[in-house]
């Protein structure tokens, strides 16, 4: 393909201009399919209402599988950048960068199939929808897509690295993501009158200081993990003792044991604070994607392409936030074990991912299809 730089750098900024909200990419898609069909790369007849699944499939005998995850979706927020090919629609924006995720995804899946005669098997590119919303991997997860997908890879933009450095670790890099809500249920009377009810107020404030104890007093301390309490909704005036109130909040994991730790302690401190305070406390957990854990032997087939190529690799940071791309690595989800590795794409130092000024220098669009088409040729030995 002539010009194949320009080509990404153009298609990149469509997608940036056209950001859709997660469950909505229909012209994402649409735009997606039709340049991965002009180029000749089929797509799986998968019914799946945005996102699709595209093969590349080397002619050289050999039956190896692998997967590359693209995630499409953006964000509700309104664009303060000046760049020419800002959103065009209001309110909504690619801040987190997938819309480099999709460009580069492309970008590997042609420079795949036009070498396709240099290697075998199958190489699969997952375009999947809802990332934002933490659970648009299990849309793509209900298709048969991972059943012959031994491993698979994932990448992210990171505005804190420059372009031509990629930030790689072996290990958890990214948490398991849980949200909690706990409703308090009292007795209201008459401000005046505390005596003549039950405060959930009181009782709910208990509730945040008793939680708190779970990180410090039950989790292992070389174990990252937190827990923090994002809403109290009570009461409508100042004379009055409400008879609710509710909590909400969210817990963050690296370990599954501290995971199983934290919900069974958040119900047990919240009832039993309620309780001894008169009052009652229900618990609703809602569990989201898993911590993502990157293979050891994958992690260094990161390194050794990146050194290859002459880009460069720091220590990736490992976050508290969460990526469904875990799902895909995930035994309960998938029933068996699949390695995978996640690595940190820079994209020229700036704002963070998700704020309103977030922008991806069009440098980085070929180097990281190029190298995400290094990583889906290498072999990941199995040295079990
Ligand atoms: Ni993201």
Redo the contacts with the bound molecule.
């Keep these: 393909m002539e010009n194949f730089e320009q080509y990404l750098i153009e298609n990149f900024k469509w997608f940036h201009r056209h950001p859709e909200m997660p469950y909505e990419e229909v012209q994402t898609t649409a735009k997606i399919r039709e340049l991965l069909t002009a180029a000749g790369i089929e797509i799986l007849p998968y019914p799946l209402e945005t996102g699709l699944v595209a093969v590349v499939r080397g002619q050289k005998p050999e039956d190896r599988v692998t997967a590359l995850r693209c995630?499409i979706d953006a964000l509700p927020i309104t664009e303060q950048t000046q760049l020419e090919y800002r959103s065009e629609i209001p309110g909504h924006m690619h801040a987190?960068?997938?819309d480099l995720h999709i460009t580069a995804g492309i970008g590997a899946a042609i420079l795949l199939q036009e070498r396709r005669d240099e290697f075998g098997g199958t190489i699969k590119f997952i375009f999947q929808p809802a990332?934002e919303e933490s659970h648009g991997a299990l849309k793509i997860l209900k298709t048969d897509v991972m059943d012959d997908v031994p491993y698979i890879w994932g990448f992210?933009a990171d505005p804190t690295n420059a372009v031509n450095v990629i930030g790689i670790r072996e290990g958890y890099v990214t948490a398991a993501v849980d949200r909690f809500v706990i409703k308090v249920k009292g007795i209201g009377c008459h401000g005046a009158h505390p005596d003549d009810g039950i405060d959930p107020i009181l009782t709910a404030s208990a509730i945040v200081q008793g939680l708190q104890s779970i990180v410090s007093r039950n989790v292992n301390a070389f174990h990252p993990s937190l827990l923090s309490v994002t809403r109290i909704t009570a009461g409508n005036t100042w004379n009055v003792i409400p008879t609710e109130a509710e909590l909400e909040g969210t817990v963050r994991t690296m370990d599954r044991e501290d995971r199983i730790l934290y919900e069974r302690k958040v119900k047990e401190i919240s009832q039993k604070i309620a309780a001894a305070y008169g009052a009652a406390a229900e618990v609703e957990w809602v569990a989201g994607p898993p911590a993502t854990y990157n293979d050891g032997r994958m992690a260094r087939i990161c390194e050794e392409v990146a050194y290859r190529l002459g880009m460069e690799t720091v220590p990736e940071e490992s976050s508290m936030g969460g990526d469904d791309f875990a799902f895909y690595e995930d035994l309960d989800t998938m029933g068996r074990d699949v390695p995978g590795c996640y690595v940190k794409i820079g994209t020229g130092v700036g704002h963070p991912?998700h704020h309103p000024s977030f922008c991806v220098d069009t440098a980085v669009i070929l180097p990281t299809a190029q190298y995400l088409a290094e990583l889906l040729l290498s072999e990941v030995y199995d040295e079990r």
């Design positions: 995630d987190c960068g997938h990332e992210h991912i």
